[in-house]
């Protein structure tokens, strides 16, 4: 009887796996499902949804609040700690979860987190809704131990390649998925058009084209074109919309004043463009625009953001930054009345990130009708269609194990390359470098010796100083140069730290035996608010060591690894060479010492404007009346102006030729150089175009970047090179707020070179 028993139970069993099978095989697969379908399966789900549910969804949590905890915060090594993960996951609904729990994890720790979380959220909630996972990979797998580290956004930037930043950001689209999570805080829109600001070097720079066109290339990198099928693609998040990176004060999070015109005319354009190339997701500003916080301004969330650019993903708050609507901004009495604000204003998702209080007064807040169920079905809409894109339903988590390229030599090769296109030859006084790989060197200061410093922020921990403890084969400046020069020919000494006197003395004493110096300066990792600094210039027991190497009287050669443009006007007279490597990131050491000893000849060009002053930052695109007064060094007159950068070999440039000397409203003018290398050695050149337009109803900028290209170019070989300027082209917010453009003479200006055209709208 018994036997009987258990034989009917064993086949009950079974037929319950086989259903379960069955009906898991009758969902659709990703490939044949189209958004129609997509579409109806996720209104069927919203309608089976509690309201609870549903808040859920809308609700995101930070790892560390999930993990196993003691008297001193999080305990190592990371657990979840099931009954919290339950509470999150289970009884609230959370719909994502998010951070790295306090520093980097293993992959095989990335895969047991991350199954966990689906686990419960697949089979221990009524709707079996999976969790996204979001995380700032912002360059690389940042948060993956032994992942792929390129140089940080403004590196990038100076490549001037917008396949250097697509490719980068596939590689990380794939590393990051390899850990399991398919949700990536990037890029960075902001332009950075203050220097001060702790998450300049976050940015592409300040141009708006460079933005646009480096942004798009970030984003289709992270997206791929078929999102839904590829599980090597994670989606993007533009962000921080809008206005983050201007800050009055230079302080991070500190109120932006920007006119509707200028932020309509710079701005915009590059989340537009993000928009315009599919990006899923928006993360919104921290900071307030003209006094009104951007998480509570309908104006920019749904007038600008839905309406005018027609962006239809997911709207996620950045951290806390409803609760600050209330404890910070003081706009709201209440952190009840903040959730109602920023939810009414079109904040579909919170990263709260800490405990249930926005679950809560969000779903007394329907239940009140202050905020419509509507609302929240929009956003939950938002959210779900997100986790549809990305197959989340289908394949809850990726396993490490189907990712054999992760952190391999072919993507460190890619690395490599970034950032010897990134460096940036500044300076270069009586042809100084390249070094002859037999001269005797003094390396030294602060920067030398530091992978904390070629990463920066953002790496394996959020402020990044802890890199030197992650990293074991990768080599700062001073190995690198050791490695490529032989040690025998290389001295070192820390002459300086970051803020602090060191042993100047030893570093003099050493630099009497050099034939040349390597001065690496600079700054130590920082992110967000506890990187803010009161000046600008580079710190005094830095300037100390300049000043002291340049008193040997050897040829000092410059290395700046810094986050932001710290001044050096008042010693840089002094340095014979000057090479910009901003934050290079894992192989930075490498590509360093690459183009100082000519295996490498540089072609990066600075992103930005290096100001020369304190009081003095102008930027390129400045109007006329800035340039006042250049005669006495007032105006503008910066350190390096924006684009600039040199080579070990020589660009001649023909005259600019024009197809027509008039455009019409339905016209076109193609423009073409020829550009030769006159050196000695293949190089890479950036050939930018700017116009300028003479005259117009708002002030015009002195000029404006319309377009460029990278070219490589053998030893004395020619290229011509092509760009087209259409009416599109010399449009301008004008003084209704309003795209427009205006007849007149306008100047195409290539390398120094110019050439006129007149736009006449009524010319056929
Ligand atoms: C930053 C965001 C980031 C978020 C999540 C915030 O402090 O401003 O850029 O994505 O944290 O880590």
Not at 631 to 636: N, P, S
């Amino acid at each position: 009887m018994k036997k009987r028993i258990v034989v009917l139970l064993l086949v009950f069993v079974l037929l319950g796996v086989i259903i379960g099978l069955l009906v898991r095989c009758s969902e659709p697969s990703p490939e044949n499902r189209d958004a129609s379908s997509s579409g109806k399966r996720i209104e069927a789900l919203i309608d089976k949804m509690t309201l609870e549910e549903k808040v859920g969804q809308m609700t995101q949590i930070t790892l560390s609040h999930l993990l196993r905890q003691d008297e001193e915060g999080v305990k190592e090594p990371f657990e979840l700690d099931t009954a919290r993960l339950r509470k999150a996951v289970v009884d609230h609904h959370v719909g994502s979860i998010l951070n790295n729990g306090g520093h980097a994890n293993s992959l095989a720790k990335w895969h047991t987190i991350i199954s966990q979380i689906q686990e419960m959220a697949m089979d221990e909630t009524r709707l079996g809704i999976p969790v996204i996972y979001g995380i700032d990979a912002i360059h690389g797998a940042n948060y993956t131990q032994d992942a792929t580290l390129f140089p940080q956004q403004i590196a990038q930037a100076a490549t001037w390649n917008p396949e250097i930043v697509r490719e980068a950001a596939s590689i990380t689209a794939y590393e990051t998925r390899a850990s399991g999570i398919p949700w990536n805080f990037s890029p960075v829109l902001g332009l950075g058009r203050e220097p001060a600001w702790p998450r300049f070097w976050e940015t592409f720079g300040e141009d708006v084209h460079l933005a646009k066109t480096l942004g798009r290339a970030m984003v289709k990198g992270y997206q791929g074109d078929q999102l839904t099928s590829d599980s090597t693609r994670v989606a993007a998040c533009m962000k921080h919309y809008i206005g983050y990176s201007v800050p009055r004060t230079g302080k991070d999070r500190t109120p932006a004043w920007i006119p509707e015109r200028q932020l309509r005319q710079y701005f915009l354009p590059p989340f537009a463009e993000a928009v315009d190339a599919g990006v899923k997701t928006v993360m919104i500003n921290s900071g307030d625009v003209n006094g009104i916080p951007a998480h509570s301004s309908s104006f920019l969330l749904k007038d600008l953001l839905r309406e005018e650019m027609n962006f239809e993903g997911l709207v996620v708050s950045d951290w806390m930054d409803i609760r600050y609507l209330h404890t910070r901004h003081k706009i709201a009495a209440t952190q009840k009345e903040a959730v109602k604000m920023a939810v009414n204003a079109g904040v579909d998702m919170s990263m709260v990130p800490d405990n249930y209080r926005f679950f809560d007064h969000l779903v007394a807040l329907v239940r009140e009708g202050k905020v419509s169920e509507q609302r929240i079905n929009d956003a939950v809409r938002n959210i779900l269609e997100v986790k549809m894109d990305l197959g989340l339903y289908e394949k809850p988590v990726t396993h490490y194990e189907n990712y054999p390229k992760f952190a391999s030599e072919e993507f460190s090769r890619a690395n490599l390359e970034a950032a010897r296109e990134a460096i940036t030859l500044l300076k270069n006084k009586g042809n100084n470098l390249p070094l002859d790989k037999n001269t005797r060197v003094l390396v030294t200061g602060p920067t030398a010796n530091s992978m904390t410093a070629l990463n920066g922020g953002w790496s394996y921990t959020w402020q990044g100083l802890e890199t030197d403890r992650f990293i074991e084969e990768h080599h700062t400046v001073l190995e690198a140069i050791e490695a490529k020069a032989g040690a025998a020919n290389v001295m070192y000494a820390a002459g300086s730290g970051f803020e602090e006197d060191k042993n100047l003395r030893a570093a003099y004493q050493k630099a009497q035996q050099a034939d040349h110096i390597i001065l690496c300066l600079g700054e130590n990792a920082y992110c967000e608010t506890p990187g803010n600094i009161n000046d600008l210039y580079l710190p005094e027991s830095q300037q100390k060591l300049a000043r002291r190497m340049a008193a040997t009287g050897k040829p000092v050669t410059l290395v700046l690894v810094e986050g932001r443009p710290r001044l050096i006007s008042n010693f840089e007279p002094q340095m014979d060479a000057v090479v910009m490597g901003y934050l290079p990131g894992n192989r930075g050491g490498d590509a360093i010492a690459d183009v100082l000893f000519g295996d490498v000849n540089p072609s990066g060009k600075l992103p930005f404007t290096y100001p020369r002053h304190p009081n003095s930052l102008e930027i390129y695109d400045h109007k006329s009346t800035e340039t006042n007064g250049p005669q006495h060094g007032l105006g503008y007159n910066p350190q390096y102006s924006f684009g600039h950068g040199l080579s070990y070999t020589t660009f001649q440039y023909s005259d600019i030729r024009l197809s027509d000397s008039t455009m019409a409203e339905d016209g076109r003018i193609d423009v073409e150089v020829e550009v030769t290398n006159t050196g000695n050695r293949a190089g890479k050149e950036t050939v930018m175009m700017f116009l300028r337009d003479h005259y117009a109803s708002v002030t015009p900028p002195v000029r404006k970047l319309k377009d460029y290209q990278k070219v490589a170019l053998e030893a004395g070989e020619s290229r011509k090179v092509q760009f087209q300027i259409r009416p599109q082209d010399i449009t301008f917010v004008g003084r209704d707020n309003r795209w427009i453009r205006e007849e007149g003479k306008f100047s195409v200006m290539i390398a120094g070179r110019q050439a006129t055209f007149v736009f006449n709208k009524s010319q056929s």
